[in-house]
């Protein structure tokens, strides 16, 4: 499969009156398209910071990103919080990113109507998000980013304010939605076990700088889902192997669930 991100000799470094701290060093990885990468690694090794780089949300110090499309609007990003509007209905949320592009066409807000209908939020377009379940409100924040049809998704632990069991829930559903449409998606998390299961591959960033140690390269076959991933003899292995390699790293992130 074709590359639809190339990132090569990434550098970055936090510059402060007081001191330059650098955060990322040496960076090199692609993702196909289509494919679902994970990202863990110690507190403050970066892992954000790599997506806001990606996003052009901040410039390199050092090295390239090259996004291989000709997509109007190729990146979308999902932050830890939802940052729903409570003044503004679901429908209204949703369309929000159109709004700020100019985009508020028929077509665009039909095919909005779609996916919230597609995704279990048809009866729940005029609710204001207080009314809402936490899943719910991330399965509204997706679909207001798959709004202007971006190819590559950047997600920043988008599900790490939601309860465990719910947690787990969304992460397959939202998984299973971005498979269906055939979205190429890089995630941040600091949960091992959510960054198995949702995961073609497994980057681990050592402490700070980040550099990449390990791109880990799963195989649970092709029926594979996050809920069913869990459950595969293969899981405890992939866990031990990328949890003794942080364990191994200075400054290592003990929030790993089995």
Same mark, same amino acid.
């Given at each position: 499969?074709?590359?639809?991100?190339?990132?090569?000799?990434?550098?970055?470094?936090?510059?402060?009156?007081?001191?330059?701290?650098?955060?990322?060093?040496?960076?090199?990885?692609?993702?196909?398209?289509?494919?679902?990468?994970?990202?863990?690694?110690?507190?403050?090794?970066?892992?954000?910071?790599?997506?806001?780089?990606?996003?052009?949300?901040?410039?390199?110090?050092?090295?390239?990103?090259?996004?291989?499309?000709?997509?109007?609007?190729?990146?979308?990003?999902?932050?830890?919080?939802?940052?729903?509007?409570?003044?503004?209905?679901?429908?209204?949320?949703?369309?929000?990113?159109?709004?700020?592009?100019?985009?508020?066409?028929?077509?665009?807000?039909?095919?909005?109507?779609?996916?919230?209908?597609?995704?279990?939020?048809?009866?729940?377009?005029?609710?204001?998000?207080?009314?809402?379940?936490?899943?719910? !409100?991330?399965?509204?924040?997706?679909?207001?980013?798959?709004?202007?049809?971006?190819?590559?998704?950047?997600?920043?632990?988008?599900?790490?304010?939601?309860?465990?069991?719910?947690?787990?829930?969304?992460?397959?559903?939202?998984?299973?939605?971005? !498979?269906?449409?055939?979205?190429?998606?890089?995630?941040?998390?600091?949960?091992?076990?959510?960054?198995?299961?949702?995961?073609?591959?497994?980057?681990?960033?050592?402490?700070?700088?980040? !550099?990449?140690?390990?791109?880990?390269?799963?195989?649970?076959?092709?029926?594979?889902?996050?809920?069913?991933?869990?459950?595969?003899?293969?899981?405890?292995?992939?866990?031990?192997?990328?949890?003794?390699?942080?364990?191994?790293?200075?400054?290592?992130?003990?929030?790993?669930?089995?």
């Amino acid at each position: 499969m074709a590359a639809l991100l190339s990132v090569h000799d990434l550098c970055y470094t936090y510059h402060t009156p007081k001191a330059d701290t650098p955060a990322l060093a040496d960076i090199s990885f692609s993702v196909e398209k289509g494919e679902f990468v994970s990202i863990v690694g110690p507190s403050g090794c970066g892992k954000s910071t790599l997506l806001s780089l990606v996003a052009g949300l901040a410039i390199p110090d050092q090295g390239h990103i090259t996004l291989h499309t000709q997509a109007s609007h190729p990146v979308g990003y999902m932050f830890q919080r939802d940052h729903l509007l409570e003044w503004r209905s679901i429908f209204s949320n949703a369309c929000l990113g159109l709004e700020i592009r100019g985009a508020m066409n028929d077509k665009n807000q039909e095919n909005v109507r779609q996916m919230l209908r597609q995704y279990g939020l048809g009866d729940f377009m005029e609710h204001r998000p207080s009314q809402l379940s936490g899943g719910m !409100r991330q399965r509204a924040a997706l679909v207001r980013t798959l709004a202007l049809q971006p190819e590559l998704l950047l997600l920043d632990e988008p599900f790490s304010a939601l309860d465990y069991q719910t947690r787990i829930t969304v992460a397959d559903e939202i998984w299973q939605i971005l !498979r269906q449409s055939g979205k190429t998606a890089v995630l941040v998390t600091h949960d091992i076990s959510e960054a198995i299961s949702l995961g073609d591959r497994v980057m681990v960033l050592s402490a700070r700088p980040g !550099r990449i140690m390990y791109d880990i390269r799963t195989d649970f076959g092709p029926d594979r889902t996050p809920l069913s991933v869990r459950s595969h003899p293969a899981f405890q292995t992939y866990f031990q192997q990328i949890w003794q390699a942080m364990v191994q790293m200075e400054g290592v992130d003990h929030h790993g669930k089995s």
